[in-house]
């Protein structure tokens, strides 16, 4: 009757999820399957996971009714290795981030300069040009796709032609506007 007693659920207060009694068994388990965290980074993640947790057992998601010492710390434990992970995802995505200084004295300026604004207005210039002087069919297809963004069965069905056509008139208008814009 006794052992019956030990393993049934705790009422509704939140003992059974103790801080202190599941805190060495998830950092145990945080220091041998996430090895890339300091111990203060476990700390980290079991804190988070013990706030989680008791967030959740308030708003109702989880029955602290139901929360046995043992279901609580396999929660516990889950959740801090969720965490230790999103953690080490962070750290990896910052070790990717270049630190060398000419690279961050570019990128200190993100307006391009006045000669980059010149010559991309004279080339959009020359592209407007060469778009404009294709044949219409040509001229539609082209602004179809690459203006509009429409797919080629959408530009096939408006302008009532076959897919062989559609490429046809695509290839030979992107032929042209290159030509008129290397020229």
Same mark, same amino acid.
């Given at each position: 009757?006794? !052992?019956?007693?030990?393993?049934?659920?705790?009422?509704?207060?939140?003992?059974?999820?103790?801080?202190?009694?599941?805190?060495?068994?998830?950092?145990?388990?945080?220091?041998?399957?996430?090895?890339?965290?300091?111990?203060?980074?476990?700390?980290?993640?079991?804190?988070?996971?013990?706030?989680?947790?008791?967030?959740?057992?308030?708003?109702?998601?989880?029955?602290?009714?139901?929360?046995?010492?043992?279901?609580?710390?396999?929660?516990? !434990?889950?959740?801090?290795?969720?965490?230790?992970?999103?953690?080490?995802?962070?750290?990896?995505?910052?070790?990717?981030?270049?630190?060398?200084?000419?690279?961050?004295?570019?990128?200190?300026?993100?307006?391009?300069?006045?000669?980059?604004?010149?010559?991309?207005?004279?080339?959009?210039?020359?592209?407007?040009?060469?778009? !404009?002087?294709?044949?219409?069919?040509?001229?539609?297809?082209?602004?179809?796709?690459?203006?509009?963004?429409?797919?080629?069965?959408?530009?096939?069905?408006?302008?009532?032609?076959?897919?062989?056509?559609?490429?046809?008139?695509?290839?030979?208008?992107?032929?042209?506007?290159?030509?008129?814009?290397?020229?």
């Amino acid at each position: 009757m006794e !052992t019956h007693a030990e393993n049934s659920p705790r009422p509704a207060d939140h003992s059974s999820v103790s801080y202190q009694d599941n805190r060495r068994y998830v950092l145990g388990v945080l220091s041998r399957r996430c090895r890339w965290l300091d111990p203060s980074q476990r700390e980290d993640a079991f804190h988070d996971a013990y706030v989680v947790l008791l967030e959740k057992l308030a708003s109702g998601a989880l029955d602290a009714g139901d929360m046995i010492p043992a279901r609580a710390r396999a929660y516990l !434990t889950q959740t801090a290795i969720h965490k230790a992970l999103d953690q080490g995802k962070r750290a990896a995505r910052r070790q990717l981030v270049s630190l060398d200084l000419d690279e961050c004295a570019e990128l200190s300026s993100p307006e391009p300069s006045i000669e980059e604004r010149v010559i991309a207005r004279e080339e959009a210039r020359r592209l407007q040009y060469a778009v !404009t002087h294709l044949p219409e069919r040509r001229r539609r297809v082209i602004e179809l796709r690459y203006y509009l963004g429409c797919d080629p069965q959408q530009i096939q069905a408006r302008l009532g032609v076959s897919r062989d056509v559609y490429r046809h008139e695509l290839e030979r208008g992107t032929r042209a506007v290159v030509q008129a814009a290397a020229a």
